[in-house]
């Protein structure tokens, strides 16, 4: 924790002692946009996996609670969380739901434009990992303590005429379980599409990780859909998905495998 509140006194020192400030609360807007191929951003969404009667079931969002302007800077402040977890239907009678991997991530957000389409952001987060009960018992697998605790620095370069932008990040695990002397990850991605009238837009985006935690594997996913909006922020997407590399769930993060998916996304 001091830390996250060391990079954020360094991040807004630049300005913070210009002029007075002027702040707002619950800002409609993000001025950060959302990494739609990455699997692990904040989302509400449910997957189907081609191969097997596997699913992703995934609750969370992101919520902007303060914008700052300082000197014509303008900082954006946004708690986000989700839960990830793996389900699949049982043949039992009755029929229910079994949860097989459950993976909590929550994020503090610190955003700042740099100029015209660019973007920064630091965060701090935490990331755990765990088997249901379920999970145990179906797979016979013993559970590991799995957990992150991170911050991280990312940019990104909007391209309006182009429906989308580039982005890259770095991410250090200050505290890792179990615990290893390799910390840091890579993340680099973009997306880019085509409107079709006021409300459609057919995109493809891309998702690339690097991992020092399994020494230097990569995780990728290919994503291509359509996105349907609304007069607000709000969207519905449907996309494929193709997933490979190291598995993103914390209880499997050493695994690697290869994922067919499609799935409805939820955009707050």
Not at 65 to 93: E, G, P, R, S
Request: aromatic share 16%.
């Amino acid at each position: 924790m001091k830390i996250f509140f060391l990079c954020s006194l360094l991040f807004i020192s630049s300005s913070v002692f210009s002029q007075p400030s002027k702040t707002g609360l619950f800002p409609e807007k993000k001025i950060y946009q959302h990494y739609l191929a990455d699997v692990l951003s904040h989302q509400f969404s449910i997957l189907k996996h081609f191969e097997s009667n596997e699913w992703f079931g995934n609750i969370g969002a992101e919520k902007p609670l303060l914008n700052l302007l300082i000197d014509d800077n303008l900082y954006q402040f946004t708690i986000a969380a989700t839960v990830f977890n793996t389900l699949k239907f049982a043949n039992l009678a009755p029929p229910h739901v079994q949860v097989y991997t459950t993976d909590y991530l929550v994020d503090l957000f610190i955003d700042k434009e740099l100029g015209k389409d660019y973007l920064l952001r630091f965060n701090w987060g935490h990331l755990s990992a765990h088997y249901s009960d379920d999970g145990i018992f179906e797979l016979n697998s013993s559970p590991i303590n799995y957990l992150r605790d991170y911050v991280s620095l990312g940019t990104e370069k909007l391209f309006t005429k182009l429906n989308g932008k580039i982005y890259l990040a770095v991410v250090y695990n200050f505290n890792n379980q179990p615990r290893k002397d390799k910390h840091i990850h890579g993340q680099f991605g973009l997306d880019a599409g085509k409107m079709l009238g006021n409300f459609l837009l057919v995109y493809f985006a891309f998702d690339f990780k690097i991992k020092a935690e399994v020494n230097y594997g990569t995780t990728k996913n290919l994503q291509a859909g359509v996105k349907f909006f609304n007069e607000k922020e709000s969207s519905v997407r449907l996309a494929y998905n193709y997933l490979s590399g190291y598995d993103e769930r914390g209880q499997l993060y050493n695994q690697t495998d290869d994922k067919h998916l499609i799935g409805l996304y939820l955009d707050f």
